[in-house]
C-alpha cells in the first residue's frame, strides 16, 4: 500500500524558510513514471499546484512560486523534502505531497496534510 506522510515544523516566521519532508512508503520515489508533488491550500482558497520532483530527479515549479521553491530528494531514506525561501503570511496554508501517475494530474495517492502558519 502506497503512503504518503508530510511533516515539520507547523510554524515559520517571516522571511524564513519553510521546510517540509515527504515520507514514502510502500513504493520507491525511483519508480518509472510517478512524479512527486507539493500542493497547497491557504485558507479559505482552492488547491495550488506548486511543483514536483519526477523520479528521475528532476525538480519542476509552478510560475508563481519558483523563484522561491526548492524541491529536493533523499532516496535512501525515501523521501522528498519542499522548501520555500522568504515565506510570508500568504504562504499559510495546509501542505499536502501527492503523487502523480505521470504528469497527468491525477493524484491517487495524498498525505493528509500538516498546517503550516507564517507569522513574526
Known amino acids: 500500500q502506497v503512503q504518503l506522510q508530510e511533516s515539520g515544523p507547523g510554524l515559520v516566521k517571516i522571511s524564513q524558510t519553510l521546510s517540509l519532508t515527504c515520507t514514502v512508503s510502500?513504493?520507491?520515489?525511483?519508480?518509472?513514471?510517478?512524479?512527486w508533488s507539493w500542493i497547497r491550500q491557504p485558507p479559505g482558497k482552492g488547491l495550488e499546484w506548486i511543483g514536483y520532483i519526477s523520479f528521475t530527479g528532476s525538480a519542476y515549479y509552478g510560475p508563481s512560486l519558483k523563484g522561491r521553491t526548492v524541491i529536493s530528494r533523499d532516496t535512501s531514506k525515501n523521501q522528498f523534502t519542499l522548501q520555500v525561501t522568504s515565506v510570508t503570511p500568504e504562504d499559510t496554508a495546509v501542505y499536502y505531497c501527492?503523487?502523480?501517475?505521470?504528469?497527468?494530474?491525477?493524484?491517487?495517492?495524498w498525505g493528509q496534510g500538516t498546517q503550516v502558519t507564517v507569522s513574526s
Open positions: 501527492a503523487r502523480d501517475e505521470g504528469t497527468t494530474g491525477h493524484y491517487e495517492y
Open positions: 510502500g513504493t520507491s520515489i525511483t519508480s518509472n513514471g510517478y512524479y
